[in-house]
Nanobody, 114 residues
């Protein structure tokens, strides 16, 4: 499974960004997909997950601002981020979880200026 993340960039506080993660390869092995983020000097943390059935879950602190979704026809998962804050600045990583293996994309940098 290969994952290609895109959509990061520089945005002012209060703005929005939509990240995309396109999956290719043996995608039938994927059980669910997720977005993680890693801020400078901090550990990587889970942002949101979405199952094959489309059930989504979120980090509590991000509920209401972030929305994860998927387009099965395009094998793509999205992360819509609204009302962005400087503390959302991080490298965002796409993850695909198989039954026995975890796959990672290359990360896309999101910078929120105050």
């Amino acid at each position: 499974v290969q994952l290609q993340a895109s959509g990061g960039g520089l945005v002012q506080a209060g703005g929005s960004l939509r990240l995309s993660c396109a999956a290719s390869g043996t995608i039938f092995r994927i059980s669910f997909m997720a977005w993680y983020r890693q801020a400078p000097g901090k550990q990587r943390e889970l942002v949101a997950t979405i199952t094959n059935d489309g059930n989504a879950s979120y980090r509590d602190s991000l509920k209401g601002r972030f929305t994860i979704s998927k387009d099965n026809a395009k094998n793509t998962v999205y992360l819509q981020m609204n009302s962005l804050k400087p503390e959302d600045t991080a490298v965002y990583y796409c993850n695909a979880q198989g039954s026995t293996q975890s796959y990672w994309g290359q990360g896309t940098l999101v910078t929120v200026s105050s």
